[in-house]
């Protein structure tokens, strides 16, 4: 494979090749190679520890990768760049355990992620503007939370802190969103719910859903690539991807 | 404060020397050292009280919040530092008269500091300033400026993957606080006739911290309202037979407040009040355990 110069346009919104990383001699990410189209929805699967946050980790700049490529818009070079610089970019990332801020009303906690300058003078004399508010109600009606907005976040039932933080990451309006489990922990009319809100996401941005659940994933029905000891051992649809021999033999061990 | 009120003494010192203050005439001092110049205008030394701690702090939140240090590794830096400020400030060779440190004020813009009027007037500059440090405070906190920093508190780094610069948060809040003290600073001096090194003594910051936890915590109005009690009862305790005891009645106190009040007082009085109104609660406080991204 041909390196990528500086300056080179690439029409993938996210492009990772050659990627490694590792953590006191253990290759967490060896040779991964990946990339996401703009619009397009992805989902990663893998067993533990097969790297799959740390990719996120590296994507979002939370660790830098000891060698490879890690372009996004073609030609933005993200090993460079810091998480708030990254996060500007137009990088949303929503955690594994959700993470919301407890003691903010859900209403400020959208604020917060609400698109708009974020430097401290601009956050000192900040005024929400009658757009941004609509905005944040339109949020607050999509993840269902409106009746709810001057609550404390933290008295949220481990579900709805899920789809808060979705509601953050469309707050953000990135143009990539990485979302890491938003099932887990949720009840099957949660899950349901949680894969129509995220179709919802997907046809004006980019999404990256790292998942264990397989009926999830079904449901979202989009490409699947799967993750094995830090590099990509499977890719396609998921039907394709769960008859594929190598697949089935990481998942079961051998 | 001080420079500027050793500066005003002028000849009236013991030595009658009428540009070198006395401990540098002590110390066979020739000339005046580069960092005493301008503190003889008065205008030049309020801008300095603003301007020195802000500088010193920012500088040092820049490296300390760029290098993510955080919690308690943060507390013992900053004690660290104070530590060694005193220990530099002891030395004579500093240049602030050392352990003596600087006192013997004569008077400040031309009034005598240990006249009753002076004090007067140095009390109510005192409530006045408390009050524009509480506004300033307070438009910091409702501000979005304050959410993102309440935001920072309690997830670091999901505030970091939003897109927000922490670490200038930080420093900003910590650069606003370093110039409030120096103002606090600078009020204390004339009124107590007296300013030396040991101020810096990290049990002072100690103590500024059990003002607050008394006070309540993650209020405004508590961290004054703590400050006044704690010192009411420091002002009690220190002038009678009690006075060898004090440390450990205020070791007492921030253990009780921990233990019996963590809200501190204001807290614990609206508690009680809420209760008064509403004797049933309808909301479930959340857990404040600090929420952080997988690692």
């Known amino acids: 494979m041909i390196a990528s110069s500086p300056g080179q346009l690439t029409s993938s919104l996210l492009y990772l090749d050659g990627v490694s990383v590792s953590f006191d001699g253990f290759k967490a990410i060896r040779g991964l190679s990946l990339t996401i189209e703009p619009g397009e929805m992805r989902a990663i699967i893998g067993p533990n520890g097969a790297g799959k946050t740390t990719m996120m980790d590296i994507i979002t700049g939370k660790t830098k990768p000891d060698v490879g490529t890690v372009m996004f818009g073609g030609s933005i070079d993200l090993t460079r760049l810091d998480e708030a610089a990254i996060a500007n970019l137009g990088i949303g990332r929503k955690f594994q355990k959700p993470t919301v801020f407890d003691f903010h009303t859900i209403e400020d906690n959208i604020l917060l992620a609400l698109k708009a300058p974020r430097t401290v003078a601009r956050t000192l004399f900040w005024k929400t503007a009658a757009a941004q508010q609509k905005r944040i109600d339109d949020i607050l009606g999509i993840i269902k939370l409106g009746d709810a907005r001057e609550r404390l976040a933290g008295s949220l039932s481990h579900g709805q802190k899920q789809w808060l933080e979705i509601g953050m990451l469309l707050a953000q309006d990135p143009k990539l969103l990485l979302v890491d489990e938003p099932a887990a922990g949720m009840t099957d009319g949660e899950t349901a719910e949680t894969a129509v809100l995220l179709k919802e996401i997907a046809r004006d941005h980019s999404v990256i859903v790292v998942e264990h659940d397989m009926g999830f994933i079904r449901e979202l029905g989009v490409k699947v690539t799967v993750l094995h000891e830090g590099s990509v051992l499977a890719e396609g649809p998921l039907d394709q991807v769960s008859a594929n021999e190598r697949v089935v033999e990481v998942y079961l061990g051998r | ?295």
Do not use: H
């Open chain 2, 1 to 295: 404060m001080g420079m500027y009120l050793m500066r005003q003494i002028g000849s009236r010192g013991t030595y009658g020397n009428p540009i070198l203050p006395d401990f540098m005439v002590f110390l066979n001092w020739k000339e005046l050292p580069w960092y005493w110049y301008g503190f003889d205008s008065f205008p030049f030394a309020m801008l300095m009280v603003l301007l020195a701690p802000g500088l010193l702090a920012f500088v040092f939140g820049w490296f300390a919040f760029r290098s993510r240090v955080t919690g308690v590794y943060l507390s013992i830096i900053t004690q660290a530092l104070t530590y060694a400020l005193l220990l530099a400030f002891f030395r004579n060779d500093m240049g602030f008269g050392g352990n003596n440190g600087l006192t013997d004020f004569k008077d400040i813009l031309g009034f005598n500091v240990q006249a009753q009027a002076t004090r007067a007037a140095l009390f109510s500059m005192t409530c006045v300033m408390l009050i524009a440090g509480f506004l300033i405070a307070r438009g910091i906190v409702v501000s979005k400026l304050g959410k993102v920093v309440i935001a920072i508190r309690d997830a670091e780094s999901r505030t970091r993957f939003l897109g927000y610069r922490v670490d200038r948060f930080k420093l900003f809040v910590f650069t606003v606080s370093a110039c409030m003290a120096g103002v606090a600073g600078a009020l204390y001096v004339p009124q107590v006739g007296i300013i030396n090194p040991s101020e810096f003594a990290p049990a002072n910051s100690i103590e500024t911290v059990i003002w607050v936890a008394v006070g309540g915590r993650g209020t405004l109005v508590g961290a004054a309202l703590g400050g006044v009690v704690v010192n009411y009862a420091k002002t009690i305790f220190t002038s009678g037979f009690m006075a060898p005891y004090w440390l450990f009645a205020l070791g007492a106190l921030f253990v009780f407040v921990t233990i019996f009040m963590p809200k501190g007082i204001l807290g614990t009085a609206q508690d009680w009040w809420e209760k008064r109104r509403r004797p049933v609660p309808t909301t479930t406080p959340p857990e404040p355990a600090p929420a952080e991204g997988r690692a």
